[in-house]
């Protein structure tokens, strides 16, 4: 069974621009969550989707949005980029939603740097 | 401060030996889960524990919970070089803002 896919990798993007990561969940998982990594903040959550609903959110300004398909994937964007947005964006996907306590399970993650 | 939090930050051991890590969390659970990450990678899931477990084992690892203390710890026996890696606890708060929440990591090194 294939893992979580995340795309693209590695990506350039200029201040002020914005950004568009996919996730392609496990198949038959239904939550997808986001997560962004840095240095100085470690892990922090982004949001969650289930069933194409957003269910939690973390405290991430309105420029970071996402959003679920009807197939479970789930892109989110992250629009007038600034250069502390550069970081891994992980994606994580689950058979029920966080709350259920399912095993998570992570892709690569998609590097973003802002120059 | 960020609930779940591992100490140390930095453990560096002979290959061979027991390395244990440490994470602290400070609201109800109902789980309490194990990554690991190596550099620049995505986390790898290595156990889950549930709030009415105690122990856990799956292979070398060994991962404890008492709830009463709000603290878990994961010891990786007879460490080997390919066991280099960053380790994260994560815990799913129930309590107010629901999000999952990870410690800040304890970079564990192996050396041969």
């Known amino acids: 069974k294939a893992g979580v896919t995340q795309t693209p990798r590695y990506l350039i993007k200029t201040r002020g621009q914005q950004v568009t990561l996919s996730c392609s969940p496990i198949s038959g998982h239904r939550s997808v969550s986001w997560y962004q990594q840095t240095p100085g903040q470690g892990l922090q959550f982004l949001f969650e989707y289930f069933s194409e609903t957003q269910r939690n959110k973390g405290n991430f300004p309105g420029r970071f949005s996402g959003r679920q398909f009807s197939n479970s994937r789930s892109e989110m964007n992250v629009s007038t980029l600034e250069l502390g947005d550069s970081a891994l964006y992980l994606c994580a996907s689950s058979l029920g939603p966080l709350s259920t306590g399912n095993t998570i399970y992570f892709g690569e993650g998609s590097w973003l740097t802002v120059v | 401060s960020q609930q779940g939090e591992e100490d140390p930050q930095a453990l560096s051991i002979q290959e061979g030996e027991n390395a244990t890590m440490n994470c602290s969390y400070k609201?109800?659970?109902?789980?309490l889960q194990w990554y690991r990450q190596n550099s620049g990678r995505g986390l790898v899931h290595l156990i889950l524990?549930?709030?009415?477990?105690r122990e856990k084992h799956s292979g070398r690892l060994r991962v404890t919970l008492d709830t009463s203390k709000k603290s878990s710890s994961l010891l990786i026996t007879a460490s080997r070089a390919a066991d280099t890696a960053s380790y994260f606890c994560?815990?799913?708060?129930?309590?107010?803002?629901?999000?999952?929440?990870f410690g800040q990591g304890t970079r564990l090194t192996i050396n041969p």
């Open positions: 609201t109800s659970i109902n789980n």
């Open positions: 994560a815990t799913f708060r129930i309590q107010g803002a629901q999000k999952l929440v």
């Open positions: 524990i549930r709030s009415n477990e």
